[in-house]
């Protein structure tokens, strides 16, 4: 009866991915952890502290994942862990509405209105907001929305965007679907395959032409705000307001996907991001993930009014979850967000810059083509002379050369998203001795990509 149970801790990565192996599929439990685009034993990590995490082997690394996302402040930041031991010791969860809920919705919406140029009504990204808890359960729940309230059965979607793993959503997905190289899931029905059309990314005339054809059957367009999972290709200036006009024009929605996004590259958002460059659009729904769970499993959908009250319990459209709008995660959503003030959205793209930069550097140094793209302070590297603007572009790079570079910082001390195809994050906690042993790590990583050969 006790067969899988070791009875002891791994003290090696090689030791805990074979102990993994034996009772989960691939040995971990989301695919791009396994390493399988850069080869090599995943790293199997213990703890986490600032800008810094460690595996079980006791490696120290610079952190350039920050937990997809989340980790803004950093790891283990204090006022967020006394928020979650605080939660705690009040209950795990209780399945009934809590106060910390409603806290929560106010500080998202507070964040999300901003004050009219004009001095007239503010500017507000959302009016209210539904909580739940992942990107994934978010995503599905706005395009469920969007068919409810418009009685349309076809969705619009880029190729290289991914919104979670939904049946609706896979085609042509990007994130662990392009890392693992295949176009998109087993186990997906052609007749559910056949409600979401897929269109290149930045392409007006495309979605001109899709409208144009479809206009009157098609739902919504689902889009990241700022592409994030072909790695970082941001929308021209002015696309994700076309997207609205259009959507708009034609009696469909546009859903902003802002799970990776929201709050991370400026206090609101890349919709608040464009509202400061001058380029505002208004999404019907907009998603949100990542960081308004503060590292606990969290997320929400927000928009209209009218159409947040067509869920249930005011509404046909229905939604529920044991886990939502857990307790202990909104204590850690709201301290994360409370402690992300102006100074941290400053420091973030300066620290980012500081990386990417002296990364690029090297690289040109060993003459490698290259191109650093940029969402705020979300920023890829690409193995291509020229930033792409779409998914068939992110594909069109020398992949090859992101293996041995991987690893290269590995080696050296910093940990870097296993896959070309993903953005990169920093945190407010990445100070100059962390930039600086990232840096340190430059040159023998260019070495190893400017030395690389594709496979034959």
């Known amino acids: 009866m006790t067969r899988f149970i070791s009875g002891r801790t791994p003290t090696t990565n090689a030791e805990a991915f074979e102990r993994a192996l034996a009772v989960t599929p691939g040995g971990v439990n989301s695919p791009v952890r396994a390493f399988r685009s850069v080869g090599g034993t995943p790293v199997f990590l213990q703890s986490g502290r600032g800008p810094y995490v460690t595996d079980v082997e006791g490696t120290e690394y610079v952190d350039l994942v920050g937990q997809w996302g989340p980790a803004l402040l950093g790891h283990a930041h204090p006022d967020v862990i006394a928020a979650a031991h605080a939660a705690v010791d009040r209950g795990l969860g209780f399945g009934a509405a809590s106060t ?70 896979l085609s042509e997905a990007g994130s662990g679907i392009a890392t693992l190289g295949i176009p998109g899931s087993a186990g997906i029905t052609p007749e559910t395959a056949a409600q979401t059309i897929v269109i290149p990314y930045n392409d007006e005339d495309a979605l001109a032409e899709v409208f144009a054809a479809h206009g009157d059957r098609i739902a919504a367009v689902i889009t990241e705000a700022a592409a994030a999972n072909m790695g970082v290709v941001p929308p021209k200036p002015g696309f994700n307001r076309l997207l609205a006009d259009t959507a708009r024009a034609h009696g469909a929605l546009l859903i902003a996907d802002e799970v990776m996004t929201g709050f991370r590259v400026s206090a609101a958002g890349w919709w608040g991001h ?115 603007q779409n998914y068939a572009e992110a594909q069109a790079q020398e992949v090859w050369r992101f293996g041995p570079f991987f690893h290269a910082m590995l080696e050296h001390g910093v940990s870097l998203p296993p896959s070309v195809y993903e953005a990169w994050f920093v945190s407010a906690a990445h100070d100059d001795a962390a930039v600086e042993r990232v840096l340190a790590a430059a040159a023998p990583a260019a070495r190893a990509a400017a030395a690389a050969q594709p496979a034959r």
């Open 100 to 169: 910390g809920e409603v806290e929560l919705a106010e500080l998202v919406l507070d964040r999300l209105t901003l004050p009219a140029a004009d001095g007239g009504e503010p500017r507000r990204g959302i009016e209210k907001l539904r909580l739940m808890s992942t990107g994934t359960e978010a995503t599905m729940t706005a395009i469920r929305l969007a068919r409810g309230a418009t009685g349309r059965p076809l969705l619009v979607k880029f190729a290289g965007h991914y919104h979670g793993h939904s049946d609706s959503l």
């Open 274 to 388: 464009e509202e400061a460059h001058g380029v505002a659009y208004d999404a019907d729904l907009t998603t949100f993930g990542k960081i308004i769970g503060g590292g606990l499993p969290l997320a929400g959908l927000g928009g209209r009014a009218e159409l947040l009250d067509l869920l249930a319990p005011l509404g046909p459209v229905y939604q529920a979850g044991t886990l939502s709008g857990n307790p202990v995660a909104v204590a850690t959503g709201a301290a994360m967000l409370r402690g992300a003030g102006g100074e941290v959205y400053e420091h973030l793209p300066r620290v980012a810059h500081a990386i990417a930069d002296g990364l690029s550097a090297a690289l040109s140094a060993e003459g490698v083509a290259h191109s650093v793209a940029w969402a705020g302070s979300q920023f890829s590297i690409f193995f291509r002379e020229s930033a792409p």
